[in-house]
């Protein structure tokens, strides 16, 4: 080839190399730093991520409920869902007091759990978790209790309320998740004073899998003199949902209302790498701020009087959980607001390293106002008209009953005719 020919065919290579590799690496520089503060590594990110926001559709697997006349599709009230290694999917229905089991494909296999007070029975269920040797856990949210059973629906001796308070009157456990080696449980609980005043506490504790405490992770307390329940759905700090327990034991936790921090916990509690993102707090709207008092005057808790305090702001980070692939998704006040009609969510995507790399939407006929949506691993789980109707929980004791009303998120003056609820399930591409 002459000498020409190369420099001409070298010079085309060079160019198509500068046009391929130039827009990745510009995308893919990160404006960040690290810093180490005593002993901690602190990843602090800039507003702005290393690439553009991806646009994810997820493709539909199944149905069930909607029009169906299946009984075993007929759904009375979904509180969770989760999957087991086998990919078999757990569907909770905290309105008839049982667990429909379907598999990987959404095919049925069985229904486990029964109302009562016996082994494997429960009422009044808010979550459940599935153990490595296929045990499930019903919480129990009034009174505090943890039924167990084989996921072939055989009752088990239940697991001891961890953490429990001598003279607690109010014990709730408020969610739990389980990785390999740890089960993670946030609680709360409120004690009455002989003076009329209480004390609330909240924990998140390690167990391992048979609910034995190994260490609190984190916890705090609180006292009220007036006597009064006190409500806050905006707690500035609150350990109760926003954290997440990854396959590889680590606890990711942003229990901060206006600050967008997440603290990465090793499996012994210590805290071993701090995430932050610049980050300007979101305001609540007139009419959010209505909506909330309108829902929470609607919650009776026996003849305990009640105070609700709203935050005027919004909290910075609404959710966040780890991807089998070690991203960290987050969504914050912000990327709710891009929560619409067929779009979920606008998520932070951080990378293992705690790197922001990119902005995340995902495409499914989601609807605010009315729908739900759960994230398992490689599966999205879109659950219609989840947000219709209340239910109503009651606990007796040596106290007395007490008697606390559940709302879902519907407006009462909406006269919108609810369609049939319906589970539907998709694939996220990797």
Not at 16 to 40: H, K, M, N, S, Y
Not at 61 to 72: M, N, Y
Not at 179 to 186: D, G, T
Request: a negative charge; proline letters at 5%.
């Amino acid at each position: 080839m002459p000498r020409s020919s190369k420099v001409l065919l070298y010079s085309v290579l060079l160019l198509l190399t500068f046009v391929i590799l130039t827009p990745a690496a510009q995308a893919g520089r990160w404006e960040g730093r690290e810093e180490v503060i005593d002993g901690i590594t602190h990843v602090i990110n800039p507003e702005q991520p290393m690439e553009k926001n991806r646009f994810l559709k997820p493709r539909e697997l199944w149905r069930l409920g909607g029009e169906s006349e299946a009984d075993e599709e007929m759904f009375g009230m979904v509180r969770q869902i989760r999957t087991d290694s086998k990919g078999n999917v757990y569907i909770l229905d905290v309105q008839l007091n049982e667990i429909r089991i379907f598999n990987a494909d959404g095919e049925y296999l069985r229904t486990i759990g029964q109302e009562g007070e016996g082994p494997g029975d429960f009422r009044n269920a808010m979550d459940f978790f599935i153990t490595p040797d296929d045990r499930i856990g019903v919480i129990q949210i009034m009174p505090g209790r943890i039924s167990m059973m084989t996921t072939d629906g055989d009752g088990l001796a239940d697991m001891p309320l961890p953490g429990g308070q001598d003279g607690a009157m109010m014990a709730m456990i408020q969610g739990a998740q389980i990785s390999p080696e740890l089960l993670l449980i946030s609680m709360s609980s409120t004690t009455f004073q002989e003076d009329g005043s209480n004390v609330s506490s909240q924990r998140l504790l390690a167990c391992d899998h048979e609910g034995e405490v190994i260490k609190p992770f984190k916890e705090q307390s609180e006292e009220s003199s007036s006597g009064m329940i006190i409500i806050s759905p905006d707690d500035e700090i609150d350990y109760s949902n926003h954290w997440y327990l990854s396959s590889d034991n680590r606890t990711y936790l942003a229990p901060w209302y206006h600050e967008y921090k997440i603290e990465v916990l090793d499996d012994k509690g210590d805290v071993e790498r701090i995430i932050t993102k610049e980050y300007k707090s979101r305001k609540r709207s007139a009419e959010q701020i209505k909506a909330i008092e309108d829902r929470y005057s609607r919650i009776s808790f026996g003849e305990q009087s009640m105070k609700i305090d709203i935050e005027p702001d919004r909290r910075d980070i609404s959710s966040l959980l780890v991807r089998p692939n070690g991203d960290l998704w987050i969504l914050s006040s912000e990327g709710n607001d891009e929560c619409q009609d067929n779009w979920y969510g606008r998520f932070d995507v951080f990378d293992s390293k705690g790197r922001f790399e990119r902005t995340l939407s995902i495409n499914v006929p989601y609807s605010t106002d009315y729908d739900e949506i759960i994230l398992r691993g490689d599966r999205l789980f879109l659950m219609k008209e989840v947000n219709n109707g209340s239910r109503t929980v009651t606990s007796s004791g040596a106290g007395g009953t007490s008697t606390m009303l559940m709302m879902g998120d519907q407006n009462e003056d909406d006269d919108r005719e609810p369609e049939p609820f319906e589970i539907v399930c998709y694939q996220l591409p990797k």
